[in-house]
């Protein structure tokens, strides 16, 4: 079977070109090309924990790093970034943030509501140490600043692109669980704020009147000869 | 400074040049004659030598990939003496995989009155449901209908889908749009309300809502959230991957055994109805394809359905996205979605040419981007050796004015910039991807299959696409027969009188493949794929 792990290596790494990087303090020489996830696969270890999606969109990779003499801490996604020399890794994969349970259907799209279930929202200090963290530069601190004013929709606008892995949450001074508070916020903008959309409640009325049946039935009946036929002479919508 | 090498820069040159007269023409799509052909001789599908026909069970002598089949002929984690006397945990219903089928289904299930226990490999949520872009389709605008959603998706499928499932899929969409809208999903809409809606490959009329180009995510930590908020009702066990599905005397289904992913431990669930929706296989690389899928998409479910006897279908094609990114290595494989090309820009070769309409439906945009590279040998290789086209996303902004690139694709341009790439500016280098599989457990339209009280949903299943899936219909189907999975599998729970647990199956099954000339000795399902380096 070819693997993902065969294309790499038929890179044929020559070993002089191969960077130390440490792994929880031990040292491994890999390939500079690979992301931080690879080189930890090529080192050896069979990922369990600290992988899930391998693309950026899963928010299991969290990982801190420093560099050899500089004294400033790093964050980043372990499948998204790109080994250094002398790279100190450590893997998040788990971070234990508070999440508050609520019913949806019963809540009301106001302040009061966020403020209720996180009232740590409003111990926010302001130190954008989690904006500096957060791998999808999203200004987490710009949306807790709107979560102090109760700007729901602020919150679910600029928080949009977060793949809640945690560092923020490990950073925070303020024992702040951002990213629950975040998706909080986008559930009441979606289901409360968003402006409604009467296309389609006209549409599930027609379905609920049984307007598509009989059409449905038809297509279902027909020979492929016809429905070739009707798929071909079918018009498009142009762009 | 660009993060293109010198070579590939002078090719992107001839793209620039070629981009205004290229705005103004669009090449012209091909006749079904045409697909026929172009299929023929350059999708992966059409590779005789690298399928196998399956040598044991009810579904003997179909076709799949070897990569595939040598799974399901593997051998089990477990033997038929496995100890079922003490199970760990005991439930109405057990969710096997914990994306937006198996976290749909749940929901359903507990709505419907049942304890439900969900596991999953890795944590809740890494699945290929996070990953989705481009969006899901539903036939909600008065231009648009649910007959024509229904054309749409069986010419796509080349005609081979199963009438039931796709009047389903089709007919549910527009509430399953309602259900995600009320349990918070944040669509794309204008100020007034309207839903913005896109084409894509293989559609007539626009239907594909979106969330951004986190649609997938969106929907899943949405579903994700609510589950968590229902703790009473479903349980959710993470890193607990199921090895074996158990049945009872009679042939109904009784449970499963799961494996603790960290410590190996094994250990019986026993359940009345089974909902298995784990998801596709990626991760076995066919042909040596690079993937898009998450790290856990390895076939388990068709291993685990198929040895307590149900069937397979569509299984001998499998989707390779017709993008997938071909540069930089780091990043190989990945997807660039179809939403690009929807927005309007071109693949085009080396010398800045069209070659093939941008919106043919995904088999055929993909063979034509193989024949360009390898058949023609106008496409531009890397230094590592990737074959690829360009894919002229600047066009886009061109189209629909500067910003939009930004707006409406955020994750991919995310994905380029880090490695010094800015698709606002410079075209993307693509090559297919192993994306889907088309087949799998073959549904009924309640989501049920041959095998009593298991049911499925999801990328595991087979029929509802036929030959080929259009995108944006897997979210769709995943939440639509999610959600029927969990109704159905709570109502049979209800009715199901259980007898006793066994592993019988396992007997039948050994021998079986003992008279077929022995299993592949690979311990199947293989739950993760191994990228580990061996000296
Ligand atoms: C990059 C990408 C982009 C896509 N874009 C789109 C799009 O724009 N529109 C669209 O409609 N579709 C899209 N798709 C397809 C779509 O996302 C998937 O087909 C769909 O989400 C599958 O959902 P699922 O719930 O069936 O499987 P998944 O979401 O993959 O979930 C399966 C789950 O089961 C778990 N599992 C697997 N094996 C076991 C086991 N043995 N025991 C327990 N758990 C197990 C997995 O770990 C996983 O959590 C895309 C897919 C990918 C990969
Ligand atoms: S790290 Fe915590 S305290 Fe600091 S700005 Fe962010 S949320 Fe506020
Ligand atoms: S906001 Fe926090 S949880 Fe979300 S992506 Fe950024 S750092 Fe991760
Ligand atoms: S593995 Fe999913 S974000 Fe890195």
Redesign the pocket.
């Known amino acids: 079977m070819v693997t993902e792990q065969m294309t790499e290596q038929q890179l044929e790494v020559a070993e002089a070109e191969l960077i130390p990087i440490y792994i929880m303090g031990k040292q491994y020489m890999v390939p500079p090309t690979l992301t931080i996830m690879k080189a930890m696969e090529w080192a050896g270890y069979k990922m369990i924990r600290g992988v899930g999606c391998r693309?950026g969109f899963c928010g299991a990779c969290a990982t801190a790093y420093r560099i050899q003499g500089d004294p400033k801490l790093y964050f980043g996604l372990a499948c998204q970034t790109v080994v250094q020399p002398n790279m100190y890794l450590a893997q998040l994969p788990f971070f234990p943030a508070r999440r508050a349970s609520y019913d949806i259907t019963k809540l009301e799209p106001t302040p009061t509501t966020l403020f209720s279930l996180y009232p740590e929202v409003l111990r926010c200090l302001g130190c954008g140490a989690c904006t500096k963290a957060c791998p999808q530069e999203i200004d987490v601190r710009a949306y807790m600043a709107a979560g102090m004013r109760g700007d729901i929709a602020q919150v679910a606008d600029l928080s949009f692109d977060c793949i809640m892995c945690g560092l923020c949450a490990a950073r925070c001074p303020a024992e702040e669980a951002q990213y629950n508070i975040a998706i909080l916020a986008r559930r009441l903008y979606g289901r409360y704020l968003a402006p409604r959309s009467r296309h389609l409640e006209e549409r599930l009325e027609e379905i609920a009147s049984g307007r598509f049946r009989a059409e449905i039935e038809e297509l279902k009946s027909l020979a492929k000869e016809e429905l070739v036929a009707r798929y071909k002479a079918r018009d498009i919508e142009p762009k | 400074m660009s993060g293109y090498p010198p070579e590939m820069q002078e090719s992107i040159r001839m793209v620039e040049a070629t981009r205004a007269r290229r705005l103004k023409e669009t090449f012209p799509a091909m006749s079904l004659e045409e697909r026929e052909k172009i299929l023929n001789g350059f999708h992966p599908d059409y590779k005789g030598e690298t399928f196998q026909a399956i040598r044991v069970g009810v579904s003997k002598g179909q076709r799949m990939p070897v990569e595939l089949t040598r799974i399901v002929e593997g051998r089990p984690h477990i033997g038929p003496d496995f100890d079922l006397s003490a199970p760990v945990a005991e439930t109405d219903v057990l969710v096997?995989?914990?994306?937006?089928?198996?976290a749909s289904a749940a929901l359903l299930a507990q709505e419907h009155g049942a304890k439900v226990i969900l596991?999953?490999?890795?944590r809740?949520?890494?699945?290929?449901?996070?990953?989705?872009?481009?969006?899901?389709?539903a036939a909600d605008r008065p231009e648009d209908s649910p007959a024509i959603h229904y054309l749409d998706v069986i010419g796509g499928g080349h005609f081979t889908n199963v009438p039931e499932l796709v009047e389903a899929l089709v007919m549910d969409a527009p509430p399953v749009i309602k259900w995600l809208e009320d349990l918070g999903v944040m669509f794309d809409k204008e100020p007034d309300g309207t839903m913005v809606e896109a084409h894509g490959g293989g559609t007539s009329r626009k239907r594909m809502h979106s969330a951004r180009d986190y649609?997938?995510a969106e929907i899943?930590r949405t579903l994700r959230d609510e589950v968590r908020n229902r703790e009473e009702g479903i349980t959710v066990s993470e890193f607990?991957?199921?090895?074996e599905l158990v049945l009872d005397d009679e042939g109904q289904i009784a449970g499963a055994v799961?494996m603790n992913l960290e410590t190996g431990a094994y250990a019986f669930i026993k359940a009345k109805a089974v909902i298995l929706?784990?998801?596709?296989s990626?991760r076995l690389h066919y042909q040596g394809f690079p993937t898009?899928?998450?790290y856990?998409?390895?076939a388990?479910?068709v291993v685990?359905a198929y040895r307590v006897g149900a069937p397979l279908g569509y299984l001998e094609s499998m989707q390779y996205h017709p993008t997938g990114a071909a540069f930089p290595e780091q990043i190989v494989g990945?997807?660039v979605?179809?939403k690009v090309r929807g927005l309007g820009a071109q693949p085009v070769n080396r010398f800045g040419e069209q070659f093939v309409y941008p919106l043919e439906p995904r088999d055929v945009e993909a063979a034509a981007l193989i024949r360009e590279c390898k058949g023609r040998s106008n496409g531009i290789v890397t230094p590592t050796g990737q074959h690829g086209v360009w894919l002229d996303s600047p066009m886009i902004e061109l189209i629909h004015g500067p910003g939009t690139i930004q707006r409406a694709l955020p994750a991919m341009v995310r994905q380029f910039s880090r490695f010094g790439i800015d698709i606002t500016k410079e075209p993307m280098l693509v090559y297919p991807t192993l994306?889907?599989q088309n087949g799998g457990v073959r549904l009924k339209a309640d989501s049920s299959c041959d095998v009593p009280g298991l049911f499925i949903?999801?990328?595991?299943s087979g029929g509802v696409h036929g030959h080929n899936r259009l995108?944006?219909?897997?979210?769709?189907?995943?939440t639509v027969f999610?959600r029927r999975a969990g109704r159905s599998a709570a109502e049979y729970a209800h009715r199901v009188r259980p007898a006793r647990p066994t592993l019988a199956h396992l007997e039948k099954w050994n021998r079986e493949l003992e008279e077929a000339g022995g299993d592949t000795g690979v311990i199947s399902?293989i739950?993760l794929p191994d990228y580990t380096r061996h000296e």
């Open positions: 693309g | 096997i995989g914990g994306g937006g089928a198996g596991v999953t490999k890795l809740f949520g890494d699945a290929n449901t996070m990953m989705a872009q481009g969006g899901i389709q649609s997938g899943m607990s991957p199921a090895v799961i929706a784990t998801g596709g990626g898009t899928n998450h856990g998409a390895t388990d479910g685990l990945l997807l979605t179809e994306h889907y949903a999801g990328e595991v995108m944006g219909n897997s979210l769709l189907e995943i999610g399902p739950l």
